[in-house]
């Protein structure tokens, strides 16, 4: 089999492992958030955060939710990684928001954040904040063992069955759920252009 028929055949069992019921309760979740005039907070690193910025785009303009991210703010993120360092960008962003228990925390990701591994601390340090101020967190994730996907409210995994397609097909899958969720008609509230 070449890799392009490996690559599709990721995508398609991949598909048909998402749990929807997990999908269900996010989109409930963002129904309550819309209706009591929550703000959504989308974050990731590296594909992620390009992931976090469109999706900010989308749920504002297709859902009128209040979505921000860190990410679009270039000068602040590299301020602070420069100042406090780059575990702080997150959870100082969500701290001056003012994010309240009406907020809820997007977190995209492949693994997670782990904190033996000192790996997406920054991910990590949102996640406990957010849980601290009691709102809610939904993730989208590849691995079952990093920190986001054993402490959110809804975890979504992106079950990957070639482990070396991991990165490439939970971004992918980051775009697809989120797409379906700022088209589910409990949620859209503008027809998109085309």
């Known amino acids: ?7 599709k055949n990721n995508i398609c069992q991949t598909l048909l492992e998402l749990d929807s019921s997990k999908i269900e309760r996010a989109m409930f979740l963002l129904k309550k958030l819309q209706k ?17 910025s469109h999706a900010v785009n989308d749920f504002r303009k297709l ?3 209040d979505a921000y991210t860190p990410i ?10 420069n100042d406090e360092g780059f ?13 309240t228990m009406k907020d809820i925390l997007m977190v995209f990701s492949v ?28 993730c989208i ?10 402490n959110s409210d ?22 697809l759920i989120w797409h379906l969720l700022v088209s589910h008609p409990k949620l859209q509230v503008n027809k998109t252009k085309w």
Do not use: H, W
């Open 1 to 7: 089999m070449n890799f392009i028929d490996i690559y």
């Open 36 to 52: 009591n005039n929550g703000r959504l907070f989308i974050i990731g690193v590296g594909g992620s955060a390009g992931n976090a």
């Open 63 to 65: 859902c009128d939710i």
């Open 72 to 81: 679009d703010n270039v000068s602040e993120i590299t301020a602070k990684t």
């Open 87 to 99: 575990d702080t960008i997150f959870d100082s962003y969500l701290k001056l928001s003012k994010f």
């Open 111 to 138: 693994g997670g954040g782990n904190i033996k591994k000192n790996v997406s601390v920054n991910l990590i340090k949102a996640v406990k904040y957010a849980k601290s101020k009691k709102g809610k967190t939904i």
């Open 141 to 150: 994730v590849g691995r079952k063992d990093g920190y986001a996907y054993k």
């Open 154 to 175: 809804v975890s979504i995994f992106v079950n990957v069955a070639d482990k070396k397609l991991v990165t490439p097909v939970s971004e992918t899958f980051q775009t």
